[in-house]
């Protein structure tokens, strides 16, 4: 079977790209490669490659699909702060358009990646700080989470016997990606930990978050594609190892870099960053799908120093490493060459 992987060249999607093609499938990657195609360089020769804006995606890029993951869009607060109306475009309005799509021909199987950050009440409500599952009444205020929970809506309103959406929402993702991130909160620790000797926890490390490895996501998503439709249809899941404090997930890190050698500092900031907090349970997807989740942090980050230092991705103040950062620049140079006209 062929599966379109949108947005297939990015964190995710490039590990998820290699999971696929060792299960033996087809791969076609819908991408506008905003990032390159750092990710999929190992793969490029066994995958097809069609370059395109999700928001303006036509249906003969779904000829011969048999399942669409749509793990495109922007896709953190950042970057949808940064421009909310593209934030709706591409999380909100361009899953519509696909999924439409997928529908009117045939494509039976499209799954969504959403985010745990729906659930976010912050560290001034405690009195709703609980774990939270599937069936918890949310109401998300930011820009993200809202665009993903507004897509959430749209897509579970298409369900039906010749449609089967289903949703993944994801914790917040660590480990090495071929389209690596150094703004994800276990990256950041080793980015800063290798390249300033020093971890830095933000308000204290207080804030709650549901984590999971983007290995562990990979293979969820193989498991949502694999699995009966009747299981799925209509379904949301999330996806978490562990629910840890900000705190602990620093320690866990500092202990990993000790049995690899590297002895580094933490230095807590208890100034309030508009921090998020959350903590979800990941039963509901073990239970229906029998899916746990099994890399920990310790082995990711591990694992993590090792790929990074074979693969040299060791330039950690490049740009291209962090999602907001790159968008700004791409914008400022594309505001240039507008004035410049072509460079050479």
């Avoid at 791969?27 to 303006?56: N, P, Q, S, T, W």
């Avoid at 699909?65 to 475009?89: F, H, M, Q, R, W």
Wanted: charged share 30%; hydrophobic share 40%.
């Amino acid at each position: 079977m062929k599966v379109l992987l949108i947005g297939g060249a990015g964190y995710v999607g490039s590990v998820l790209t290699g999971e696929l093609l060792e299960r033996g499938y087809s791969v076609k990657i819908f991408d506008r490669f905003y990032f390159g195609d750092m990710g999929i360089a190992g793969h490029r020769d066994r995958v097809e490659l069609v370059r395109g804006d999700m928001r303006e995606m036509k249906p003969e890029v779904l000829e011969d699909v048999g399942a669409v993951v749509n793990i495109g869009g922007l896709s953190n607060d950042p970057t949808a702060e940064y421009n909310p109306k593209a934030n709706y475009e591409m999380n909100t309005l361009a899953t519509k358009l696909s999924a439409e799509f997928c529908k009117a021909v045939g494509v039976r199987r499209y799954i969504l990646a959403s985010s745990c950050s729906v659930y976010d009440v912050g560290v001034r409500e405690e009195d709703r700080d609980v774990v939270m599952d599937e069936t918890t009444k949310i109401v998300p205020k930011a820009a993200y989470s809202s665009s993903k929970f507004e897509a959430e809506k749209i897509l579970l309103g298409l369900a039906g016997k010749d449609f089967t959406p289903v949703i993944l929402r994801k914790g917040t993702i660590y480990g090495f990606s071929p389209r690596m991130r150094y703004d994800l909160v276990v990256n950041t620790f080793v980015k800063d930990a290798l390249s300033k000797g020093a971890i830095t926890p933000y308000f204290g490390g207080e804030m709650w978050r549901p984590m999971v490895d983007v290995r562990d996501a990979a293979k969820a998503y193989v498991t949502l594609i694999e699995a009966e439709e009747d299981k799925v249809r209509g379904e949301i899941f999330n996806l978490v190892y562990r629910n840890f404090r900000i705190s602990e997930l620093a320690l866990r890190v500092r202990s990993a870099l000790l049995t690899a050698g590297i002895d580094i500092e933490i230095v807590p900031d208890y100034r309030y960053k508009g921090v998020r907090s959350y903590r979800v349970s990941g039963e509901k997807i073990k239970r229906v799908l029998g899916f746990v989740p099994s890399l920990s942090v310790e082995d990711s980050v591990t694992d993590m120093v090792e790929k990074v230092r074979e693969h040299d991705y060791c330039d950690f103040d490049n740009p291209v490493y962090c999602n907001i950062r790159w968008l700004q620049m791409l914008e400022q140079a594309d505001g240039i060459i507008k004035i410049t006209g072509k460079i050479f």
